[in-house]
């Protein structure tokens, strides 16, 4: 087969697989589960067969016209460079190790074969993003992606929680879609084409009239997809979904799709140095703000769902100071660490029996029940708080040198000021996100008090994956000299300067916590709080899946702590860290509230006006357009008694008053 054949397969697989579990899932149960695994992994197999043969050289690029239209075509196109064929690998490889993964963690689920044709449908649609190089063919994978992170957000709809996460998820993604939309539209006015290469050659000839606009309407969407300040609320709430959910949302689908969006069509963004003055900005607020709010929180995938907020600022910082190599550098590493960590907070909350970091810091033994889950994760925690040699490591110094290049002057596209902003807000954003990751590692594996209830050995398809993507958590980094050729041939390699920079803030940020952890823990050689205030809301079930242990763990938390995100606990490291500061990161800065009282409140209002006006105002002349018809045939109706004596009556009554009418009007005339 050629290259192009095998690519067109890479997301075809999925979707048929999609179409065969919902048509067999309940007339052939027994092979729901092969449906959903196989495609996913012959799509992987297809998706590295594919990248082996692009080798890094020219892009492949092939195209038919799917439809005319008049004016702008467009066009069935797949545009095949280094980037997209390595993000297309990173996809197949988790998406596949999330649906081996699912298999065990929702094996008794009811709703299971439907979910499981939801995530291949969610993979095939990001690999059409992927492969895509038609504009209006990527627009169609970029909105079925967002119906299916609908779908499975609230696959557990019987909870509020989770209704209530799918419908934020929706409404604020599509609330920037709107203006990604106008944004195409006048990319293709401009270019007279949806064809990326055409595109490209348009901004090279400085054929584009309006770059700033263009780029200012495609980043709202950016932002809505990659969950990036100031659309960036969804993600956390998108946590009361399913684990496996949440690790192919926040490693390989959805958030990663506006990154690399942007990566595909960085020359549009850099034909206006306001804009990615304004990227470089939204990066920066996004990262350290995301990152503060990790420190604060309790339930331990929101810890992970901030963490991926700031680290997609990472990728979009990159991208601002117009290096795109080290922008899906570091996508692709981080897509192999965040996966892990998922993956293994599921392991955790159904060892555990909840989801609070509170809780598991005063149990004992978790690593003992769950070793697999502990060491792997150990290996991504050290990966996310960018520790040598780790895969974060090397991504991350590649957004720092990046970074410094654009604020030394040495970059041909980023301003200076871009640079600055990156640089400074990245090195602060090192410092916590190690900060973090040190508090979700002590807090949930080195507890003290009675032990975890014993579950059994975790089932090999959940604790398989967890090894299997240690292994790029570790080692990926170490791949950056070879991978030259996939990145625009741009050196990916750390420097000196910022990788005593970068390291040092990291080591800084594990040991203040650390520290900060030892202080609040022990005291004078006694129990501090830690021991003496027993939190937590637990409800295990030994015997139970995964997927139910998780379900009964976000419903407690706001139970027993009387919020869904935090938990007051005198015994948090973050909690002596931040300070006075602590209660409105927990809070996530309010960002919420004032969305609330700016924009949700207000439609609120109105909605209930046009309901008063549409009821008391608009239905009352209905009703009264009804009544006097009703009123007036009533009238009439007593007047048909059927004596005929009364119809008599009544006929001679009106031929007297028609006679003495007619006398006044002649005496008048």
């Given at each position: 087969m050629t290259t192009t054949t095998l690519a067109v397969l890479v997301p075809l697989l999925p979707f048929l697989g999609a179409a065969a579990g919902l048509l067999?899932?309940?007339?052939?149960?027994a092979f729901v589960r092969p449906l959903a695994v196989l495609p996913t992994l012959a799509a992987a197999a297809l998706a590295v067969v594919v990248a082996v043969r692009q080798g890094g050289g020219a892009a492949i690029s092939a195209a038919t016209e799917l439809t005319p239209t008049g004016s702008v075509p467009i066009e069935l196109a797949l545009y095949l460079d280094g980037f997209a064929v390595l993000v297309a690998v990173l996809v197949g490889i988790v998406a596949s190790c999330v649906q081996i993964y699912s298999t065990?963690?929702?094996?008794?689920?009811?709703?299971?074969?439907?979910?499981?044709?939801?995530?291949?449908?969610?993979?095939s649609a990001m690999l059409l993003v992927v492969y895509s190089g038609d504009l209006m063919v990527l627009l169609v994978g970029w909105e079925i992606m967002g119906i299916c992170s609908y779908f499975l957000v609230g696959h557990y709809w019987e909870t509020e929680v989770a209704r209530a996460a799918s419908l934020k998820a929706f409404l604020v993604t599509k609330l920037g879609d709107v203006p990604f939309l106008f944004g195409l539209f006048a990319l293709a006015a401009d270019a007279g084409t949806f064809r990326i290469t055409g595109i490209l050659r348009t901004v090279a000839d400085g054929g584009l009239d309006h770059p700033t606009l263009i780029a200012l309407l495609l980043l709202a969407g950016v932002a809505g997809k990659s969950a990036q300040f100031p659309l960036h609320t969804w993600l956390p709430d998108a946590m009361a979904g399913p684990t496996p959910v949440s690790a192919l949302i926040h490693a390989a689908t959805m958030v990663a799709a506006g990154v690399y969006f942007v990566a595909r069509l960085l020359p549009v963004f850099a034909a206006s140095a306001a804009a990615l003055v304004v990227l470089a900005v939204m990066a920066a607020v996004t990262m350290v703000g995301s990152a503060l709010a990790a420190l604060a929180q309790?339930?331990?995938?929101?810890?992970?769902?901030?963490?991926?907020?700031?680290?997609?600022?990472?990728?979009?910082?990159?991208?601002?100071?117009?290096?795109?190599g080290a922008a899906v550098f570091h996508l692709l590493a981080h897509g192999a660490f965040?996966?892990?960590?998922?993956?293994?907070?599921?392991?955790?909350?159904?060892?555990?029996?909840?989801n609070?970091?509170?809780?598991?810091?005063?149990?004992?033994?978790?690593?003992?029940?769950?070793?697999?889950?502990?060491?792997?994760?150990?290996?991504?925690l050290l990966a996310l708080a960018a520790i040598p040699p780790f895969a974060g490591f090397f991504s991350k110094e590649a957004v720092l040198v990046a970074a410094e290049h654009a604020a030394l002057g040495e970059s041909e596209i980023a301003p200076g000021a871009a640079g600055w902003t990156v640089l400074v807000s990245g090195l602060l954003t090192a410092l916590l996100t190690a900060a973090y990751a040190t508090r979700l590692w002590l807090l949930a594996f080195r507890g003290t008090g009675p032990e975890v209830?014993?579950?059994?050995?975790?089932?090999l398809a959940m604790t398989g994956v967890l090894w299997l993507l240690a292994v790029p958590s570790l080692g990926f980094?170490?791949?950056?000299?070879?991978l030259a050729d996939w990145f625009d041939g741009h050196a990916l390699t750390p420097t000196l300067t910022t990788s005593v920079l970068g390291t040092g803030v990291a080591l800084v940020g594990v040991l203040i916590t650390y520290g900060a952890w030892r202080a609040v823990h022990f005291k004078e050689g006694t129990a501090a709080p830690a021991a003496r205030v027993p939190l937590g809301?637990?409800?295990?079930?030994?015997?139970?899946?995964?997927?139910v242990s998780e379900v009964e763990a976000i419903a407690t938390h706001e139970e027993a702590y009387g919020d869904i995100a935090s938990a007051p606990d005198p015994a948090d490291p973050g909690r002596l860290l931040l300070g006075p500061l602590h209660r409105h990161a927990a809070a996530a800065f309010h960002v919420d509230a004032v969305y609330s009282a700016l924009f949700v409140r207000p439609v609120r209002a109105a909605a209930e006006l046009v309901r008063f006006l549409d009821r008391e105002v608009v239905d009352t002349y209905v009703r009264g357009a009804g009544a006097g018809p009703r009123l007036l045939g009533a009238v009439v109706r007593r007047a048909q008694t059927g004596n005929v004596q009364t119809y008599l009556s009544a006929l001679l009554a009106g031929s007297v008053v028609l006679a003495i009418a007619a006398v006044l009007v002649a005496a008048g005339a």
């Open positions: 067999l899932g309940r007339k052939a149960p065990a963690y929702l094996r008794d689920d009811p709703r299971y074969p439907s979910y499981a044709a939801l995530i291949s449908l969610f993979t309790d339930d331990i995938k929101r810890v992970l769902a901030y963490s991926t907020i700031g680290q997609l600022g990472y990728m979009t910082g990159a991208l601002a100071v117009g290096d795109r965040k996966a892990l960590l998922f993956l293994g907070a599921g392991v955790i909350i159904h060892a555990a029996g909840t609070s970091l509170a809780a598991m810091s005063r149990m004992s033994g978790l690593t003992k029940r769950i070793p697999d889950a502990y060491w792997t994760m150990t290996v991504a209830p014993d579950h059994g050995r975790q089932p980094g170490l791949t950056a000299a070879y809301a637990v409800a295990a079930h030994p015997d139970a899946e995964p997927a």
